[in-house]
């Protein structure tokens, strides 16, 4: 370096030193939140100061922060409302690659991507066995990124392939039955559905007379109406549950080709006693009785007993009633509670 160029430098920092000793000090701009607002409001924002900002309806901080400090190279982290950011993806039927190791990072901003596998016998969109799942404005494309396939080879009493063909969810093939038979419902269409062929491949014998006889009985609940022995093709019946069942599927059937179509099923409900809340040291926190009943599909809470405190690996303490199951978490008592 020359004697002209140290000298200049020089004179940079000695102006620095300077300016600082008079009390200038360094300003951020006015913060510019296109679509969110920020607390507090000031004329001038000086080194060290902080804002706080929230984002209008539809957007999101683009930080995990919504605090921003003003520096010497502006605000960081800078202040920025998008659009709302993907959560973590709950693939159903497959998962990321590394996803234990990427789940802190999310929720992630929109345009990011990353790969995923899916589960034997289901299959990417595009028919390999992974792909690219991508965060838009809309939320993780594709919507469905695990579809299910179906192999249609063989239906019985009807005419089969030669050859396994292969379809993926959303796909139909015709079936051809053998004469005086059809799928369930009088259908000839097979569809592949999450849940596999829909009807399932097989062919069933036709009601020359197409009625059928009393509807099928079904557990803890019965039809609204008095049973016939016979009933004429396109008659209806509908279902209800006993007291405290939840009714799953549709409530009517209707009779076709002397057939009934698919009964609903009544789901269990959940009896909480006092003798399981004391095995597990819990009381109800809302509700106050000796014994309660919960369909299948509500939801419960408890907290634990005076003096005592949530058991480590305990489950939680809100839980569902799934078809007259629930699970309890679990209290112990609390050797830091003195009794006086």
């Given at each position: 370096?020359?004697?002209?160029?140290?000298?200049?430098?020089?004179?940079?920092?000695?102006?620095?030193?300077?300016?600082?000793?008079?009390?200038?000090?360094?300003?951020?701009?006015?913060?510019?939140?296109?679509?969110?607002?920020?607390?507090?409001?000031?004329?001038?924002?000086?080194?060290?100061?902080?804002?706080?900002?929230?984002?209008?309806?539809?957007?999101?901080?683009?930080?995990?922060?919504?605090?921003?400090?003003?520096?010497?190279?502006?605000?960081?982290?800078?202040?920025?409302?998008?659009?709302?950011?993907?959560?973590?993806?709950?693939?159903?039927?497959?998962?990321?690659?590394?996803?234990?190791?990427?789940?802190?990072?999310?929720?992630?901003?929109?345009?990011?991507?990353?790969?995923?596998?899916?589960?034997?016998?289901?299959?990417?969109?595009?028919?390999?066995?992974?792909?690219?799942?991508?965060?838009?404005?809309?939320?993780?494309?594709?919507?469905?990124?695990?579809?299910?396939?179906?192999?249609?080879?063989?239906?019985?009493?009807?005419?089969?392939?030669?050859?396994?063909?292969?379809?993926?969810?959303?796909?139909?093939?015709?079936?051809?039955?053998?004469?005086?038979?059809?799928?369930?419902?009088?259908?000839?269409?097979?569809?592949?559905?999450?849940?596999?062929?829909?009807?399932?491949?097989?062919?069933?014998?036709?009601?020359?007379?197409?009625?059928?006889?009393?509807?099928?009985?079904?557990?803890?609940?019965?039809?609204?109406?008095?049973?016939?022995?016979?009933?004429?093709?396109?008659?209806?019946?509908?279902?209800?549950?006993?007291?405290?069942?939840?009714?799953?599927?549709?409530?009517?059937?209707?009779?076709?080709?002397?057939?009934?179509?698919?009964?609903?099923?009544?789901?269990?409900?959940?009896?909480?006693?006092?003798?399981?809340?004391?095995?597990?040291?819990?009381?109800?926190?809302?509700?106050?009785?000796?014994?309660?009943?919960?369909?299948?599909?509500?939801?419960?809470?408890?907290?634990?007993?005076p003096r005592y405190k949530k058991a480590k690996g305990s489950l939680p303490f809100?839980?569902?009633?799934?078809?007259?199951?629930?699970?309890?978490?679990?209290?112990?008592?609390?050797?830091?509670?003195?009794?006086?």
């Amino acid at each position: 370096m020359g004697f002209c160029s140290m000298l200049l430098l020089s004179n940079i920092l000695l102006t620095a030193w300077l300016s600082t000793a008079k009390g200038e000090e360094k300003t951020c701009s006015l913060p510019y939140i296109p679509n969110g607002i920020y607390t507090p409001h000031r004329i001038i924002h000086r080194t060290d100061d902080e804002i706080r900002y929230e984002c209008k309806d539809g957007f999101y901080p683009a930080t995990r922060s919504t605090v921003s400090k003003c520096t010497l190279t502006g605000w960081i982290p800078v202040p920025r409302c998008t659009l709302k950011p993907c959560d973590f993806p709950q693939l159903k039927y497959g998962r990321l690659y590394y996803e234990e190791r990427l789940r802190p990072y999310f929720p992630v901003s929109i345009g990011k991507e990353y790969s995923y596998y899916c589960d034997d016998g289901f299959s990417t969109p595009s028919g390999s066995y992974w792909d690219y799942l991508r965060c838009t404005a809309q939320g993780w494309e594709p919507k469905v990124p695990c579809l299910r396939k179906c192999i249609f080879h063989y239906v019985e009493n009807g005419e089969s392939s030669h050859w396994e063909n292969n379809y993926v969810q959303g796909q139909s093939v015709k079936v051809q039955c053998y004469n005086g038979y059809s799928l369930q419902n009088d259908q000839d269409i097979m569809t592949c559905t999450e849940n596999g062929w829909s009807p399932p491949p097989k062919c069933i014998h036709i009601n020359p007379t197409g009625k059928c006889g009393p509807p099928p009985p079904i557990d803890n609940g019965d039809i609204t109406s008095l049973s016939l022995p016979v009933y004429a093709s396109l008659s209806s019946v509908e279902y209800q549950c006993q007291k405290y069942y939840l009714l799953k599927g549709s409530k009517t059937i209707t009779c076709r080709n002397g057939t009934w179509s698919e009964p609903p099923t009544c789901l269990s409900a959940c009896v909480i006693s006092e003798a399981i809340m004391e095995r597990h040291n819990i009381l109800l926190r809302w509700r106050q009785s000796e014994k309660v009943y919960i369909q299948s599909g509500e939801d419960i809470e408890f907290e634990c007993k005076p003096r005592y405190k949530k058991a480590k690996g305990s489950l939680p303490f809100r839980t569902r009633c799934i078809n007259g199951h629930i699970n309890y978490p679990t209290c112990m008592l609390n050797h830091n509670t003195f009794i006086h």
